[in-house]
């Protein structure tokens, strides 16, 4: 798509729930969502003018793991491509920090009717299944 701008590490809190609630509906609150926000290794957004119309980010270490998360096209915006922007500009942020020559587990959990999407950038399952806990802080 032309006209679109790519704005790196900028994404707000604000931003990600719009686009969380574009598709998901009740998002994470603000306060929490600051803080995920802040401790993000890498945050993509995407803006048609004013608009922003895609997200996603990278949690890890850099030189080990990351983990891919709240990969979110708005639905006006879907299938035109943004989406294979917003994982080859994350897959570049690892191939830029990583340390040249070494492999590196890059990870993430699809929801059954996105794992096409994802195998087209050379994703693919494996045997360990998701474990998880919503876990309440005290
Ligand atoms: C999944 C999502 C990010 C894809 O974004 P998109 O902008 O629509 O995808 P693109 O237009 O960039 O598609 C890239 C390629 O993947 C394909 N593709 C996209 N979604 C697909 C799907 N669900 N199943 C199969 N193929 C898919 C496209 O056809 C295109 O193929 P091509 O390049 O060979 O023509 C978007 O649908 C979305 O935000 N969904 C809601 C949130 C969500 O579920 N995110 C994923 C969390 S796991």
């Not at 729930?17 to 929490?32: A, K």
């Not at 998360?69 to 994350?90: A, F, M, S, T, W």
């Not at 059954?112 to 994802?118: E, M, T, V």
Request: proline fraction near 3%; aromatic fraction near 12%.
């Amino acid at each position: 798509m032309d006209g679109l701008v790519i704005k790196h590490n900028e994404l707000t809190a604000e931003e990600f729930i719009y686009l969380w609630e574009s598709v998901w509906g009740n998002g994470p609150t603000l306060e929490q969502t600051r803080l995920a926000m802040e401790h993000t290794l890498f945050r993509v957004s995407v803006f048609d003018g004013e608009k922003i119309v895609a997200m996603a980010r990278m949690i890890g270490d850099m030189g080990l793991d990351y983990y891919i998360k709240d990969v979110i096209v708005h639905p006006d915006y879907q299938k035109k491509g943004i989406g294979r922007l917003l994982i080859n500009e994350l897959l570049k942020f690892v191939n830029d920090n990583g340390i040249s020559g070494t492999r590196i587990f890059v990870e993430l959990c699809a929801m059954p009717d996105k794992i096409p999407f994802y195998k087209k950038f050379g994703f693919d399952r494996n045997e360990a299944e998701r474990l998880k806990m919503m876990y309440t802080v005290k």
